[in-house]
């Protein structure tokens, strides 16, 4: 099962860690509608050793392969299988603070908490203002 983007599989050409940092993303249950919204980086940090000092390193991270952190709904896939879901990417984003913000925006908008139709059980986010100023206007 691919990633949907703007309506076709989502297949980046050339993934840059100084370009991109992640995504927000719904995965749909096909047999009962239920969703849910989170994000997910296209990046993780590897420590290894050389030379006996630790070393980092920023590699791809496994976000094609990736379902959700919810008990619920993993349970679900395990049991329905991956083909009965469909993942769909809702936002790219530049920062990590961009998509914590995204993830939170989409899940308040859709009420995520207050509705049984989906998986979500809790949001949780910490965004700085300064970090989304291309966000918001002087008006």
């Excluded at 290894?48 to 991270?61: A, G, P």
Aim: charged share 35%.
């Amino acid at each position: 099962m691919t990633w949907i983007y703007r309506g076709k599989e989502y297949t980046p050409k050339d993934l840059d860690p100084k370009k991109l940092y992640g995504f927000v993303y719904e995965i749909t249950n096909l047999n009962n509608g239920k969703k849910y919204i989170g994000k997910k980086s296209f990046w993780s940090r590897k420590t290894y050793q050389k030379n006996l000092k630790r070393k980092k390193k920023i590699v791809e991270s496994n976000w094609k392969d990736y379902y959700g952190s919810s008990e619920l709904l993993l349970e679900d896939i395990l049991s329905e299988g991956r083909d009965n879901f469909e993942r769909v990417i809702l936002k790219i984003c530049k920062t990590k603070s961009e998509c914590s913000y995204f993830e939170a925006k989409y899940q308040f908008g859709r009420k995520v908490l207050e509705s049984d139709k989906y998986y979500n059980r809790w949001i949780m986010v910490k965004v700085r203002k300064s970090h989304l100023a291309k966000y918001f206007t002087n008006t």
